[in-house]
């Protein structure tokens, strides 16, 4: 059970600041773990109010154990190589990589929590919100509509952003949790015909939770030049590249979960100044913020 996998996790990080545990505690910060374990016994919190509708904690319930589950096999795992280190340098690397994973742990509860803050709003007569994650493909019913209360105002925000006479290439970026409706808006938008009229390529692409190089790259040649022929993925980064270059295109990057995965794949969208666009959904904000940094910081947020 997720409350029970809560508690376990919970009793984990509480060992690394006993006496014993001194040697561990010195790669992280104790700041960190008393954080986490304060997030930890929110979700605690929440599990235990039964007030809440019984299909809806299911549906949470469910995410919070995946979550927690794989969350506490990777410090365990991190944790245990540290005694194992017979030298000073590979101990402080095993230190460091406990003190990443544990930034890591505490991000993925940290949104589990925003989740838990926005079903609370939901139960208290605020903004409806649709819990069950919605497809992330283009081809199945994320156009239905089903748009929730202020998507209106997002969409003229993007639509702005998207035909203004900035030159250089952008990234908008939408953010927000699962099910709450970015799919929809970012479909919406690419499918405006006053939009795509202003456009010489356009391709949609979702990359979702595990991060498939390849098939995003298929995906965008099918699109742009309808050539999908056996490459190597040096070969199809060149023919991506190649194929938006001097154009104006519009790319929609559904559902990305890490920055890793927008490094790898920034590359082969050339900056022409020609006003072309990229249109950008993930469930964290860091990503968006990420990807935003360096060339145009516009984040619409779907809370």
Not at 123 to 149: C, F, Q, Y
Not at 170 to 196: E, N, Q
Not at 223 to 236: F, H, V
């Amino acid at each position: 059970m997720a409350y029970a996998a809560l508690s376990s996790l919970i009793y984990t990080l509480k060992q690394l600041f006993k006496p014993n545990e001194s040697l561990v505690c010195q790669c992280c910060t104790q700041q960190h773990v008393e954080s986490l374990c304060k997030s930890l016994s929110a979700l605690q919190d929440f599990l235990d109010d039964t007030t809440k509708d019984i299909e809806t904690l299911k549906v949470v319930e469910k995410r919070i154990r995946n979550v927690i589950y794989k969350a506490e096999d990777r410090i365990d795992s991190s944790l245990r190589n540290i005694p194992l280190a017979d030298h000073e340098d590979k101990r402080k690397k095993a230190c460091r990589s406990f003190y990443e994973e544990l930034l890591k742990v505490e991000e993925k509860v940290y949104f589990l929590n925003k989740e838990v803050m926005v079903i609370n709003v939901n139960k208290h007569g605020r903004k409806s919100v649709e819990l069950a994650t919605t497809s992330s493909s283009p081809d199945k019913s994320t156009t239905e509509e089903n748009t929730i209360v202020g998507m209106e105002d997002d969409f003229n925000t993007i639509l702005d952003r998207l035909i203004s006479q900035t030159n250089e290439l952008t990234v908008i970026p939408i953010f927000g949790m699962g099910g709450i409706g970015k799919t929809t808006l970012a479909r919406k938008l690419y499918d405006d015909y006053s939009i795509r009229c202003r456009f010489d390529k356009h391709a949609w692409v979702t990359i979702s939770e595990e991060y498939n190089e390849r098939q995003m790259l298929l995906k965008i040649i099918s699109s742009i030049t309808g050539n999908d022929r056996e490459m190597s993925n040096d070969q199809l980064m060149e023919t991506v590249y190649r194929g938006l270059k001097g154009r104006r295109f519009l790319i929609v990057i559904d559902d990305i979960w890490s920055a890793k995965a927008w490094d790898q794949m920034q590359r082969i969208f050339p900056n022409d100044d020609n006003r072309s666009r990229i249109l950008l959904t993930t469930r964290l904000k860091y990503v968006a913020d990420y990807v935003s940094y360096l060339i145009f910081r516009l984040i619409v947020s779907l809370f």
